[in-house]
């Protein structure tokens, strides 16, 4: 019979079919057995069904990948909105506590007003202005409040080989359109799915499964890439790039054009600063967070392959 120490940890990953939970269930692979569950099979609307699976699994690590995303639609649907990013969450760091489990959670810059042209620390005061970035506060909030071992991974601008994203709008929009407008005057850093599932799994492994637990580091954390750049300049990266590998474009990158995000009105405000200060994270955790163009160049090597 196999002992407590020696059993196979078990590492619960909602929302598999994302880009995030896709690379996830690559990362986390060599640490044990990963049970990935997408929308169909783990209801986030239901705390029924939540804790029904947590109960059932008795998983050593929850990892959250699963959010409502959508953020301009949240604008009009604010209660599945908040069901999902604000109790979900709750929810899962409630079992988390009862058995003695880790929850790793993601949020996003926009919980944040995104003022100012410094990047934002941890402790910086929060003031969400849409109902996106409010429900994944109250998200947040329900975490930490809920007194799990629990790591809350704010980052932004993310990019993944499987799922729709910025990158693959501007290479399909480089191949159709003689001419393209971007907005120049929000910045932030692209950071890629590979890189948040990577440092996930580095987190979990050093800290909590082969770590002493009673010291784990919990609390909320800044997880970008090095760098910044607006949307402009990211879309210049990736087109030039592209025109690099030999892709055909009608566009050329040189050319495209630079607006203010106010040319561009969306029913849900985002914020002008997304700039993320990392160096909790990597000074607690020691990680390396390479620039931005080197995570999005390998993942065009993907996506063009």
């Not at 202005?129 to 930490?144: C, D, F, I, R, W």
């Not at 987190?203 to 010291?215: D, K, T, Y």
Request: aromatic content about 8%; hydrophobic content about 40%.
């Amino acid at each position: 019979m196999r002992t407590e120490a020696t059993k196979t940890p078990i590492l619960l990953v909602t929302g598999c079919n994302g880009q995030l939970g896709f690379e996830l269930q690559r990362s986390l692979a060599p640490l044990g057995c990963v049970v990935a569950l997408d929308r169909a099979t783990c209801d986030l609307t239901s705390p029924d069904e939540l804790r029904r699976i947590v109960r059932e699994l008795r998983p050593d690590v929850i990892v959250n990948a699963a959010a409502y995303t959508a953020v301009d639609k949240a604008e009009s649907d604010v209660e599945t909105a908040f069901n999902v990013n604000g109790s979900a969450p709750g929810v899962l760091a409630e079992e988390a506590r009862l058995l003695g489990s880790l929850l790793v959670h993601y949020s996003t810059d926009y919980v944040f007003d995104g003022s100012g042209d410094v990047p934002y620390a941890e402790t910086d005061a929060v003031g969400p202005q849409s109902v996106y970035g409010k429900s994944k506060l109250a998200g947040e909030q329900t975490v930490m409040a809920s007194g799990a071992p629990a790591i809350v991974l704010r980052t932004c601008w993310v990019a993944g080989a499987h799922g729709g994203n910025f990158a693959k709008t501007m290479l399909k929009l480089g191949r159709e359109r003689d001419c393209l407008r971007v907005i120049a005057d929000q910045f932030g850093a692209p950071t890629t799915a590979a890189l948040i599932a990577d440092v996930t799994a580095q987190i979990v492994a050093r800290f909590w499964l082969f770590g002493e637990r009673s010291a784990f580091p919990g609390g909320i954390y800044h997880l970008a890439a090095a760098g910044e750049t607006t949307w402009h300049g990211y879309a210049t990266e990736v087109l030039g790039y592209a025109a690099h590998k030999g892709v055909a474009l009608k566009v050329n990158p040189a050319d495209i054009e630079p607006i203010p995000a106010t040319a561009y009105p969306l029913p849900a405000p985002r914020p002008l600063n997304s700039r993320l200060d990392t160096r909790k994270l990597r000074e607690t955790f020691g990680v390396h967070l390479p620039d931005w163009k080197q995570g999005i160049r390998h993942l065009l090597d993907q996506i063009l392959s």
